[in-house]
């Protein structure tokens, strides 16, 4: 054999190794059966026609089985125990921690041991964390690598596809953390814990949570010291790379300062696995009455409690997760009776809420007095407007009220006096006044415009009745009109303030004193004055030249 055939005598491919490495590299010790519903999950629908389960699962952990032995070759993994069921049990070498480090791109100081040894009792514990992992997971199949299967292979793994998803990937979980009360994370002192199992899964709204596996060998007593020593890692600080003291989880860790309003300590999450003699539901009871004064919060009147300081502690048993899966109902949190979803049960809703309620009320009041400042502005407005109108010039001479323009114009003074000549009077007075005044003394006439509406101006001699200036009657209808309009196309009277009985007699005068001039205005401007020969005289004048 040559070529592949020689390196990988097993026949196993670059992605089936990978697999491997990240799995391994995670959970540190697993069999190949977890391996492959991890990596693979399309398998686990095919080999349908396997007669019993134990020839499909052979069947499907074939690729992952040849995998593992190739690795075995290359001194990357290696067989470590077995299962109560038989299962091998595989973990990585040095060399295989060292590859699964560039798959999972974790520093090789943060990997954590080989494992070895942990499959000589049958790995109960490490079996019971990696099943939580995959309840967590929930893994789903690809569709495409099932497009040539049979339609019912395609069914069922469609309804696992359509149902509620898991939590991050196997490179969001961490096992065998330590958790220093002393030391460092590197050479973790005495009086620290250390934790099954460790999820960063930011991406699916789970920055940090730490997972506590029991098979009920564990007694309430037990559990609590681990919380205990929980505790005071989370309360142990240590100076940042900024020279601040923060506390040394988040050093490792990036979490939000509150979780659902509270400056809480990140959740702890206990799984119960019962393998073991011990009651669950006892244990989680007594239990939560040892640690009460770990979560225990503190009640406020807006009908939520407040969990400053504490550590939200969470419990629910694996067939449960196993089934539901992180969106069900299946999590209990200390100091809860109703069971919630994981998200639920690590958050606050009832704070969440009631910082809501609060947000619409301080929004409606916001609303509220924004509408009432509009208002009080609306009404300064008109009022301000109101008190202008009432301050708006009137022209003496026709009482129109001056535009916004002419009022501007006419208000300009300058050392204390008024720039415009005639500051009493609208645009049309004034036009008429400056035209007035270009006229010779004693022929000016007072012209008052009427603005009508939208129109141009029309002027006007006597906006009201005029009277006669030689008799002091009033002017009938028919001789106001006559006289009353002296626009720019409109013929103006002669005798404008004169009635017409005045007018008629002042004619009479006229002609009688000036005949020769009233009959040439009869007969036309065209009519041409008579010649007048002036008599020769007789006399006896004689030429000199005669």
């Not at 109560?84 to 974790?106: F, I, V």
Request: some cysteine.
């Amino acid at each position: 054999m040559t070529g592949k055939r020689v390196t990988n005598p097993a026949g196993s491919s670059n992605s089936l190794r990978g697999d491997v490495l990240r799995v391994l590299g995670a959970l540190k010790v697993a069999t190949a059966d977890q391996i492959q519903r991890i990596s693979a999950p399309h398998l686990n629908h095919r080999h349908i026609d396997k007669k019993t389960p134990s020839e499909q699962k052979t069947a499907r952990t074939a690729a992952h089985n040849g995998a593992l032995a190739d690795m075995r070759k290359h001194n990357q993994s290696e067989t470590g125990g077995a299962t109560a069921t038989g299962d091998r049990l595989r973990n990585l070498t040095l060399k295989g921690l060292e590859a699964a480090s560039h798959e999972l791109r974790r520093p090789v100081t943060e990997m954590g041991s080989t494992a070895r040894g942990a499959g000589s009792s049958g790995g109960s514990h490490p079996m019971a964390v990696n099943e939580t992992v995959i309840a967590m997971l929930r893994p789903k199949p690809d569709m495409a690598k099932l497009a040539d299967d049979p339609a019912e292979v395609r069914a069922a793994a469609q309804a696992v596809v359509d149902a509620p998803g898991g939590i991050g990937t196997i490179a969001s979980y961490w096992t065998e953390v330590p958790l220093p009360a002393t030391g460092t994370w590197n050479a973790p002192g005495k009086g620290g814990a250390q934790a099954d199992l460790v999820l960063t899964a930011p991406q699916d709204k789970m920055p940090l949570l730490f997972i506590e596996v029991d098979n009920c060998h564990m007694t309430a007593e037990e559990l609590a010291l681990k919380l205990e020593k929980y505790a005071r890692f989370f309360r142990r600080t240590t100076k940042d790379t900024d020279g601040k003291e923060r506390p040394m989880w988040r050093t490792r860790w990036t979490a939000p300062e509150t979780w659902s309003g509270d400056s809480s300590y990140p959740p702890v999450l206990l799984v119960f696995n019962r393998e073991g003699q011990r009651d669950p539901i006892r244990t989680a009871q007594r239990l939560a009455e040892l640690t009460r004064h770990l979560w225990e919060g503190e009640w406020y009147e807006g009908g939520f409690h407040e969990y400053d300081g504490k550590i939200p502690i969470i419990a629910t048993s694996l067939p449960k997760l196993r089934e539901h899966g992180p969106h069900g109902p299946v999590f209990i949190r200390f100091g809860r009776r109703a069971p919630q979803s994981l998200w639920e049960a690590v958050g606050n809703p009832r704070r969440e809420a009631a910082e809501a309620r609060s947000r619409d009320e301080v929004r409606r009041a916001l609303e509220e007095r924004q509408a009432e400042q509009r208002r009080v502005a609306v009404e300064q407005a008109t009022k301000k407007a109101a008190e202008r109108e009432a301050q708006r010039p009137v022209c003496t001479g026709c009482g129109v009220r001056f535009t916004d323009d002419r009022w501007e114009t006419a208000s300009t003074r300058d050392w204390g006096r008024p720039t415009d000549s005639h500051p009493g009077l609208c645009d049309g007075c004034k036009q008429w006044a400056v035209v007035d005044e270009s006229q010779p003394a004693g022929k000016q006439e007072h012209h008052e415009p009427v603005s009508r509406g939208g129109e141009s101006y029309e002027f006007r001699r006597y906006p009201r009745r005029p009277v006669c200036v030689e008799c002091g009657t009033q002017f009938t209808d028919e001789r106001w009109e006559a006289v009353e309009r002296v626009g720019w196309s409109s013929s103006q009277e002669a005798n404008a303030s004169l009635c017409e009985h005045c007018d008629q007699r002042h004619e009479a005068d006229m002609r009688q004193a000036w005949p020769d001039q009233h009959r040439r205005q009869e007969q036309g401007p065209e009519a041409e004055p008579e010649q007048v020969v002036p008599e020769q005289k007789t006399g006896l004048w004689f030429s000199r030249r005669t």
